[in-house]
């Protein structure tokens, strides 16, 4: 039975070169199928079977637009998330399915409520920088570029359990959160490439059995040297 992977709006969603994903997974596993959303087609896991769905970051006003196309869908989203279809949402794509957005002159987006998490926005004040950290027994080291902090409900399992870096919110040292399969993250990179055994991870949970990466050789050996330099303590993570 083939895998179908579907791709969420990759014409608006693909800020960061974070398309990168999609494309290193393409290497990875040829084999699946690979569905192409745009932005105002219907999504095809509306009516079929997905075993993945990703989206990339967007501007503020594509955000507003991609609330609206997925309204429709709410329940079938939800339904998705609980049978553990994996979700992987990079950079402010995640923002969308929690409660709400709310900008500092007090104007507040409504999300698609799906999961218990809200962001705060400051346009006047984005932040980047580098994280380090670990989910479950990988390191991850990526990098971060936002406006917003996010704050997750309780009830979900922090993503990275953050050792160097700026957190996702002030209140606690951590990046993103899970919940079942659906992985909810600011990291940019693209994720997927810079963070090789994450992405095995994710491979293993698709095909039910360990898979080897496209250039796998090649990106442990500079996933090994970031890490390196990650964790030197000169260099300035933010």
Request: proline letters at 5%.
């Amino acid at each position: 039975m083939s895998i179908v992977i579907e791709e969420l709006f990759p014409e608006v969603c693909n800020l960061f070169g974070d398309s990168g994903n999609m494309r290193y997974l393409k290497l990875c596993l040829p084999e699946a199928e690979y569905i192409s959303t745009p932005l105002n087609q219907k999504p095809y896991f509306a009516d079929n079977d997905v075993d993945m769905i990703y989206m990339g970051p967007m501007t503020e006003n594509t955000q507003l637009q991609v609330i609206e196309r997925l309204k429709p869908y709410k329940k079938r989203i939800e339904e998705l998330i609980e049978k553990g279809v994996i979700f992987l949402l990079t950079g402010n794509s995640h923002e969308i399915f929690g409660q709400k957005i709310i900008d500092s002159d007090g104007t507040v987006v409504e999300g698609l409520k799906v999961t218990d998490f809200y962001a705060k926005r400051n346009m006047m004040k984005r932040f980047s920088g580098l994280v380090l950290g670990n989910y479950e027994d990988i390191e991850i080291a990526a990098f971060r570029a936002q406006f917003t902090e996010g704050f997750p409900g309780e009830d979900y399992q922090p993503f990275v359990q953050m050792t160097k870096g700026v957190p996702m919110n002030k209140k606690s040292f951590t990046e993103g959160y899970v919940k079942n399969n659906f992985y909810a993250t600011y990291l940019l990179g693209p994720l997927l490439v810079l963070n090789p055994f994450f992405t095995k991870k994710l491979l293993h949970k698709l095909c039910k059995k360990d898979r080897t990466l496209a250039f796998e050789t090649e990106v442990v050996r500079a996933y090994e040297i970031r890490l390196e330099d990650f964790k030197d303590k000169k260099v300035d993570i933010h």
